[in-house]
């Protein structure tokens, strides 16, 4: 079956970095495009970013750009988030997705504090 696994959620301080996986298994990953999507504390889901298959093209939202790059290794079936500058509003669980699929992970935590 489909199993999205993140990994490397923590607690980072303003300024911070981070580095998230996201180990993939039970599809074929090198067909697929994925993304990135984080929901905040009482806020809805907002898409982060996305790469295409070949990882070729990749997407950013306005929030993250020029501070965040998303990363894909197909031989070994993990998708990154390299977050840098991290900011108090970066605080939020942060889930892999399989685009156009329903396919998420469980998401891994991220607190950006002082």
């Known amino acids: 079956q489909v199993q999205l696994v993140e990994s490397g959620g923590g607690l980072a301080q303003p300024g911070g970095s981070l580095r998230l996986s996201c180990a993939a298994s039970?599809?074929?990953?090198?067909?697929?495009?994925m993304s990135w999507a984080r929901q905040a504390p009482g806020k809805g889901l907002e898409w982060v970013a996305g790469?295409?298959?070949?990882?070729?093209?990749?997407y950013y939202a306005d929030s993250v750009k020029g501070r965040f790059t998303i990363s894909r290794d197909n031989a070994e079936r993990t998708l990154d988030l390299q977050m840098n500058n991290l900011t108090p509003e970066g605080t939020a669980n942060y889930c892999c997705?399989?685009?156009?699929?329903?396919?998420w992970g469980q998401g891994t935590q991220i607190t950006v504090s002082a």
């Open positions: 997705n399989i685009e156009g699929t329903g396919h």
């Open positions: 039970g599809f074929t990953f090198s067909k697929y495009a």
């Open positions: 790469i295409y298959a070949d990882g070729d093209d990749i």
